[in-house]
């Protein structure tokens, strides 16, 4: 079985229909902390480090085989975790970044949430190692509000925006899970990864190792 830690109940049916595509028969258990992200904001990840681990330890009490946290900004703190749990726990952008690494060396991180740049930034220059970068981060500053009225095409079209008007870049980061519909919509002509997918896979894949 496999536990998910989202910040927000829109991630539930997304990662339902993935898994449902990819990894057929792979038991999920969603939990959703939305505070976790607020205060996370406003206080930084390790303030909310505590509270991150009681709800983890639950969740491997309750059987989880692995864990997956669907929120970048709390990613690394969850994912440090994982040693003391005895069980893996992974960040749900880790094969992105991984991925946008392997793309090209000018990299653009798209986010909606401030606090969300920085633990992205940080994870592609870890997955980069040795390698040289062009990392920029850039904020879509407007579409938040959107997201947080419900208003999922309003919001969309605000990354989508912000995207397209990117240049000299060799790929596109979409930082939090929720902007992956949007990368289907762009027409900068380059890739734009978003998370879920990718994410999802490798986090199945190691709740059936550690069966």
């Not at 990819?22 to 976790?36: F, I, K, N, S, W």
């Not at 997955?127 to 040289?132: C, K, N, T, V």
């Amino acid at each position: 079985m496999l536990a998910l830690l989202h910040t927000s109940p829109v991630h539930v049916p997304v990662f339902d229909a993935l898994r449902d595509e990819d990894a057929p028969g792979l038991g999920l258990r969603h939990l959703v902390h939305a505070q976790l992200l607020s205060r996370a904001g406003e206080s930084g990840p390790d303030a909310v480090a505590a509270d991150i681990a009681a709800v983890l330890a639950d969740a491997v009490a309750r059987g989880a085989d692995a864990v997956l946290c669907t929120c970048s900004t709390i990613g690394a703190v969850a994912e440090a975790m994982s040693a003391s749990l005895g069980v893996p726990v992974l960040r749900v952008d880790r094969p992105m970044a991984a991925a946008a690494v392997a793309r090209g060396r000018r990299i653009v991180v798209v986010a909606t949430v401030a606090s969300t740049l920085g633990p992205t930034a940080a994870l592609i220059r870890e997955e980069a190692g040795d390698r040289s970068l062009a990392l920029r981060t850039v904020l879509a500053e407007d579409a938040w509000q959107h997201f947080g009225s419900g208003d999922s095409e309003a919001y969309f079209a605000e990354i989508v925006r912000v995207v397209d008007a990117l240049t000299d870049v060799d790929v596109v980061v979409l930082a939090q899970a929720s902007m992956a519909p949007a990368a289907e919509r762009t027409t900068i002509g380059i890739p734009v990864l978003s998370s879920p997918r990718p994410g999802l896979r490798a986090a199945a894949a190691a709740a059936g190792r550690a069966r």
